[in-house]
T-cell receptor, first 114, second 112 residues
Framework: ETGVTQSPTHLIKTRGQQVTLRCSSQ?????VSWYQQALGQGPQFIFQ???????GRGNFPPRFSGLQFPNYSSELNVNALELDDSALYLC?????????????FGPGTRLTVL | KQEVTQIPAALSVPEGENLVLNCSFT??????LQWFRQDPGKGLTSLLL?????REQTSGRLNASLDKSSGRSTLYIAASQPGDSATYLC???????????FGKGTKLSVKP
């Protein structure tokens, strides 16, 4: 167990809708990263939040947005859902230090867009 | 742009065999490399993390090596068991605070 939890486990939405996925980090971890994993692919980096501000973003459009809260929880919001957004969404928490930050992954949220 | 490749994409072996999974990356300027295990529909479990200054890491029946100059890493699994069946992912980090860049994984099946 990594101490990182995600909710919900599964979610079904229709095209055009909006969705919010949640992540609870390990206590004390000040950094959270979100990844999208399509079927049969490796995870792709969406963005990272450090101390409640976005601190790095992958090749994803602005309709993917996030929030990080002081209590170590975070959200991934996706607007105007498209069929290709169907994937496993993973969050990873870490403690940023000068020596780097090993990331600990949650179990993921499986999003299906119909 | 960093790219990570894992070969083979799938592997099926009989129980008890020793096996090697391969990972290659195009940019040798990495901070560290990490091997993960993923069971179907589940999250990622970290197996081994190798810092760029290290050559290998071991945990139980697992041994991971890193050759930064050639852009290669291998994950060696000794005496494989059916419980080892899963997808194994390799990921590299470009900087101390950078994100992970993943390969597509190797799907391992160990037959009893």
């Amino acid at each position: 167990e990594t101490g990182v939890t995600q909710s919900p486990t599964h979610l079904i939405k229709t095209r055009g809708q909006q969705v919010t996925l949640r992540c609870s980090s390990q206590s004390g971890h000040n950094t959270v990263s979100w990844y999208q994993q399509a079927l049969g692919q490796g995870p792709q980096f969406i963005f990272q939040y450090y101390r409640e501000e976005e601190n790095g973003r992958g090749n994803f459009p602005p309709r993917f947005s996030g929030l990080q809260f002081p209590n170590y929880s975070s959200e991934l919001n996706v607007n105007a859902l498209e069929l290709d957004d169907s994937a496993l969404y993973l969050c990873a928490s870490s403690l940023r230090t000068s020596g780097g930050n090993e990331q600990f992954f949650g179990p993921g949220t499986r999003l299906t867009v119909l | 742009k960093q790219e990570v490749t894992q070969i083979p994409a799938a592997l099926s072996v009989p129980e008890g065999e020793n096996l090697v999974l391969n990972c290659s990356f195009t940019d040798s300027a990495i901070y560290n490399l990490q091997w993960f295990r993923q069971d179907p529909g589940k999250g990622l479990t970290s197996l081994l993390l190798i810092q760029s200054s290290q050559r290998e890491q071991t945990s139980g029946r697992l041994n991971a090596s890193l050759d930064k100059s050639s852009g290669r890493s291998t994950l060696y699994i000794a005496a494989s068991q059916p419980g080892d069946s899963a997808t194994y992912l390799c990921a590299v980090r470009g900087g101390s605070q950078g994100n992970l860049i993943f390969g597509k994984g190797t799907k391992l099946s160990v037959k009893p």
